[in-house]
């Protein structure tokens, strides 16, 4: 480059001599009076300006044929540029999944900048591979360091996806299959499945992947003639480690064999997503770009784990940038930049901003920068005004800075946190270690020391301190398992165990100790403080019960479950040991398991399955958050043509229109809204037309906006984006309000499809009078559904003077499978299908819960009889719920647990096992599993 400024430099100074020679000539001539023949200095001048021509025009020539070779040299860099380019942007669009993830164009050039210093020298093609591949990692570390872990396989995923579309060796369009799969298509339209073995979903992602790749054209078929190698394969454990059938030599052993094989497991075993995508990361070592040069890509390095450690942050740090620690619930680094400073011998200042901290932190800094001090600035996110000063501060006192000056920040993510001071910074992410092994190592090296384990000298306090410990380890992994471990995900910290270890040494100093007020204190007070759901208190009361008992402090005692589901691993023995000697338990707690089951939990091994699902389904969104909002890649139809064609076929699917005064009509037939379900009926029909007209006119704008008849809105751009992006439009979900406006689902192909099924109930509800049996998941207000039955329930037994105060909800689970078996509906009450259970399954011979099948997170339960009795009534103690009488289920709409979404609860048979076997599996009813 420098070369190049000095061949432009050289040829201006010739072409100006040029000019200026030609100006002077024309003086001469213009300025010459006689016989032109006889003025020997303009000979002269004449002759001196051909040679100085000549000798310009050799230098220009030389010149223009020296930048050529210059810029053919430019050009085998071009590579580096287009790196460089790929990894800017994705960096850039990891701001749009957190806030926090914000870095600046010139920390991306230092880092740019420093691979060209640090990559190995060497011929250009091998020096442009040398400078790609550390470019690379350079920017993948400094930016993987400030990445939450739920977002580090996406960044890398994100990188590897461009860098292959950007060598056109991967098209926008396969990347829109791995993310979307079959979400736009519709189970009622689509090809019937012909496989009982197969989920919903996965034939719908079958579909869009055999009409939206070529590889995969035939996959339908070639699944029919080898059923029994797709079955194998649909449920083995490790599908993503198997060979394909049918594919396996198309695929080969390449990066985008790699990828295809993803996209396959995704649409087929979403739970093994995130596995397959790390597969195929490792694979992705080199990338052919035009001209058939080969360039490092990503590789092993990409996904092995790494620790970012204080003292490592320390060594990339200097006077002038600070680094941010983005914190999470339950890690704090100030113990650690607090150790740090002493080893290397300085003085921190450390100030946890709020309320009137702001000068205390300005004379901290203003001391430091003179004395060569740390200041280490915690919980910023409650000091945002002086945030906003922080980088006028920093810019101020930039010329007189000690180099020794060192300054820390600790803050949660805030969408009002300050861009600028963000892009001036190194971001780091602080998060708790994950699994029982690193959380129970972190109470006995944070919590329990060698002091605190000698305080009381009985086995009793040690092995309850063990229990303790361990106890709060559980709850806090148990949140990764989502609404199955907890309905709302507490954040239990530090602060929860060592108020029970206080009430616990108090306490048995005391006196004797009393295990029912351990166990209050410790489930309803210390940590039931935070529990605001019923459900959740239930839990960790059942946890208390079974390990905070006499049966804890005996030898024999173990955390392990009673009994383990046959075919599942679980072969390490959780005991409790007692000593006096904390290296005897980190000695102990080094050999726990790397990998939890879910059934020291108290879990199904399903539970795992929940657990990469969830994860998966996570992944996917982050990534489809960041794809372009323009145009669809490459020379396919535009992203506008595409929304403008589905909302076509949407439309025509829209639902015909309730009329009100028609509905009336029907309804005075059928007993007028003096019936408490007429009511109902006519409300659900008013609900349901207001989302019709909603989603119509929705569709109607897209389409005119899209052709440039309306003006463009916010609301509108997003719908479009939600189309294209086969999501549910925003403005279907939700009111201006934020209150819910139809039915959540987590693609538009379910939740029209869930349309078409709420409209076919209500429409033969009002053409052929109630059903037999009601599917409850098509009801808005389904617990209005149940009130409006006991109302009638009620009414029916006047005569035994009931009244809605006097009676209360009774079920019982029938022998009728599905809604078809359902053949006449009950005299009073109501049958209920469409229900399913989560955590558990239902053995119709025996009436009872079992255990779930392998790899079947849900199963159905059959038709579901609900009336009203009579508080007291002998039919509520008369039911056969087996010998440990029966279990209280929660019903929800969803799958997330929350007490907006609670319908009512059940009492359900289980014969096999205690009701708390059942509360520790997290054993709830859904009426919607999508």
């Known amino acids: 480059e420098e070369q190049l400024t000095s061949v432009l430099e050289e040829v201006t100074?010739?072409?100006?001599?040029?000019?200026?020679?030609?100006?002077?000539?024309?003086?001469?001539?213009?300025?010459?009076?006689?016989?032109?023949?006889?003025?020997?200095?303009?000979?002269?001048?004449?002759?001196?300006?051909?040679?100085?021509?000549?000798?310009?025009?050799?230098?220009?020539?030389?010149?223009?044929?020296?930048?050529?070779?210059?810029?053919?040299?430019?050009?085998?860099?071009?590579?580096?540029?287009?790196?460089?380019?790929?990894?800017?942007?994705s960096i850039v669009d990891m701001s749009l999944i957190n806030c926090m993830y914000q870095t600046s164009l010139d920390q991306f050039q230092a880092l740019f900048d420093k691979s060209m210093d640090v990559a190995e020298k060497g011929f250009i093609n091998k020096r442009v591979g040398n400078i790609v591949d550390a470019m690379t990692y350079l920017v993948y570390r400094y930016i993987n360091q400030g990445l939450y872990e739920r977002d580090k396989i996406a960044f890398k995923l994100i990188v590897a996806m461009k860098i292959y579309v950007t060598a056109e060796r991967l098209s926008g369009a396969d990347v829109a299959l791995l993310l979307k799969a079959g979400a736009s298509l519709d189970i009622s339209t689509a090809k019937p499945k012909p496989f009982t073995w197969m989920s919903d979903t996965a034939w719908l992602n079958t579909l869009a992947l055999s009409e939206g790749n070529a590889l995969f054209r035939s996959l339908p078929e070639d699944m029919s003639r080898n059923e029994t190698l797709w079955f194998e394969w649909y449920n083995s454990n490790e599908p993503e480690n198997l060979a394909v059938p049918n594919y396996e030599t198309r695929f080969g052993d390449d990066a985008i064999g790699a990828f295809y094989r993803t996209t396959l497991v995704r649409c087929l075993r979403e739970d093994r997503t995130l596995l397959a995508a790390i597969k195929f990361i490792r694979q992705a070592e080199a990338v052919e770009v035009a001209g058939g040069q080969k360039l490092p890509a990503m590789g092993p390095k990409f996904v092995e784990p790494i620790t970012d450690t204080v003292e490592g942050v320390y060594a990339e740090m200097d006077n002038q940038t600070p680094v941010i620690y983005l914190l999470s619930a339950g890690a704090d680094p100030t113990d650690s930049i607090e150790t740090l400073c002493r080893k290397k011998r300085k003085e921190i200042s450390a100030v946890s901003l709020g309320e009137g901290q702001e000068p205390i932190a300005n004379r901290a800094i203003s001391a430091a920068v003179v004395n060569g001090g740390w200041v280490l600035l915690q919980n910023c996110h409650l000091g945002l005004e002086f945030m906003d000063t922080m980088e006028d501060l920093l810019e101020k006192i930039k010329e007189n800075l000690h180099a020794d000056f060192r300054l820390f920040l600790t803050t949660e993510p805030h969408p009002k946190f300050p861009i600028a001071l963000l892009q001036s910074c190194t971001k780091v992410t602080n998060e708790p270690p994950k699994g029982l092994r690193a959380g129970m190592l972190r109470s006995y090296t944070v919590i329990v020391d060698q002091d605190r384990l000698e305080r009381i000298e009985t086995d009793e306090w040690k092995k309850l301190l063990y229990a303790l410990c361990f106890t709060h380890s559980i709850v806090q992994e148990r949140r990764k398992f989502g609404p199955l471990g907890w309905c709302i995900p507490y954040e239990f910290n530090d602060g929860d165990l060592q108020a029970c270890i206080n009430f616990l040494e108090k306490h048995l100093y005391t006196g004797a100790l009393s295990w029912?007020?351990?166990?209050?204190?410790?489930?309803?007070?210390?940590?039931?403080?935070?529990?605001?759901?019923?459900?959740?208190?239930?839990?960790?009361?059942?946890?208390?019960?079974?390990?905070?008992?006499?049966?804890?402090?005996?030898?024999?005692?173990?955390?392990?479950?009673?009994?383990?589901?046959?075919?599942?691993?679980?072969?390490?023995?959780?005991?409790?040991?007692?000593?006096?000697?904390?290296?005897?338990?980190?000695?102990?707690?080094?050999?726990?398991?790397?990998?939890?089951?879910?059934?020291?939990?108290?879990?199904?091994?399903?539970?795992?399955?929940?657990?990469?699902?969830?994860?998966?389904?996570?992944?996917?969104?982050?990534?489809?958050?960041?794809?372009?909002?323009?145009?669809?890649?490459?020379?396919?139809?535009?992203?506008?043509?595409?929304?403008?064609?589905?909302?076509?076929?949407l439309l025509e699917a829209v639902p015909v229109d309730y009329i009100e005064d028609l509905t009336l009509e029907i309804i005075d037939g059928q007993g007028g809204l003096g019936v408490p379900l007429n009511i109902f009926l006519f409300q659900e029909t008013q609900r349901l037309q207001i989302v019709i007209d909603i989603v119509r006119k929705t569709l109607q704008l897209v389409q005119q906006a899209i052709k440039g008849e309306v003006v463009v809105t916010e609301d509108l751009i997003r719908s479009i984006n939600a189309i294209f992006d086969a999501a549910v439009p925003?403005?279907?979900?939700?009111?201006?309000?934020?209150?819910?406006?139809?039915?959540?689902?987590?693609?538009?192909?379910?939740?029209?499809?869930?349309?078409?099924?709420?409209?076919?109930?209500?429409?033969?509800?009002?053409?052929?009078?109630?059903?037999?049996?009601?599917?409850?998941?098509?009801?808005?207000?389904?617990?209005g559904f149940l009130t409006g039955m006991q109302q009638e329930v009620t009414r029916a037994n006047a005569a035994a003077k009931w009244s809605l105060d006097s009676i209360t909800?009774?079920?019982?689970?029938?022998?009728?499978?599905?809604?078809?078996?359902?053949?006449?509906?009950?005299?009073?009450?109501?049958?209920?299908?469409?229900?399913?259970?989560?955590?558990?399954?239902?053995?119709?011979?025996?009436?009872?819960?079992?255990?779930?099948?392998?790899?079947?997170?849900?199963?159905?339960?059959?038709?579901?009889?609900?009336?009203?009795?009579?508080?007291?009534?002998?039919?509520?103690?008369?039911?056969?719920?087996?010998?440990?009488?029966?279990?209280?289920?929660?019903?929800?709409?969803?799958?997330?647990?929350?007490?907006?979404?609670?319908i009512t609860s059940v009492k359900l048979p289980t014969r096999e096992h205690r009701p708390s076997h059942w509360t520790l599996r997290g054993l709830g009813l859904l009426a919607s599993t999508e």
């Open 516 to 649: 029912p007020t351990l166990q209050y204190m410790v489930a309803q007070a210390q940590y039931g403080g935070k529990i605001t759901d019923n459900f959740d208190r239930r839990l960790f009361q059942t946890y208390a019960e079974a390990w905070l008992t006499p049966a804890t402090l005996s030898q024999q005692f173990e955390f392990n479950p009673e009994e383990t589901v046959a075919g599942a691993s679980f072969d390490h023995r959780y005991d409790i040991i007692s000593s006096g000697e904390l290296e005897d338990y980190h000695a102990s707690i080094s050999r726990l398991p790397e990998v939890d089951s879910p059934e020291v939990f108290g879990l199904h091994p399903n539970a795992d399955l929940t657990f990469r699902v969830k994860e998966a389904s996570e992944l996917l969104a982050v990534i489809v958050e960041t794809q372009p909002k323009s145009r669809a890649a490459g020379d396919g139809p535009t992203r506008e043509e595409i929304v403008q064609e589905k909302t076509e076929g």
């Open 13 to 89: 100074e010739n072409t100006k001599s040029l000019l200026m020679l030609d100006e002077l000539l024309l003086q001469r001539l213009s300025a010459n009076q006689g016989n032109l023949l006889d003025d020997a200095e303009l000979i002269s001048v004449l002759a001196d300006t051909k040679a100085k021509v000549v000798e310009v025009n050799e230098k220009l020539t030389s010149a223009s044929e020296m930048r050529e070779s210059i810029n053919e040299k430019r050009e085998q860099f071009r590579p580096v540029a287009t790196r460089g380019s790929v990894l800017y942007f």
């Open 730 to 783: 925003h403005v279907w979900l939700y009111t201006r309000g934020g209150d819910e406006l139809s039915w959540l689902s987590p693609t538009l192909g379910l939740w029209y499809n869930g349309l078409a099924q709420r409209d076919v109930q209500l429409r033969e509800w009002l053409d052929g009078g109630r059903p037999h049996s009601y599917w409850m998941t098509g009801f808005f207000n389904p617990q």
């Open 809 to 902: 909800l009774f079920s019982e689970v029938t022998d009728m499978e599905t809604k078809e078996n359902v053949r006449s509906a009950p005299k009073e009450g109501v049958f209920v299908h469409g229900l399913y259970l989560d955590g558990a399954a239902w053995n119709r011979s025996d009436a009872t819960l079992v255990e779930s099948e392998p790899k079947k997170l849900f199963a159905a339960l059959p038709v579901l009889y609900i009336t009203a009795v009579a508080k007291g009534s002998a039919k509520l103690t008369t039911v056969d719920y087996g010998p440990f009488g029966g279990y209280v289920a929660p019903i929800y709409k969803y799958k997330k647990r929350l007490d907006k979404y609670l």
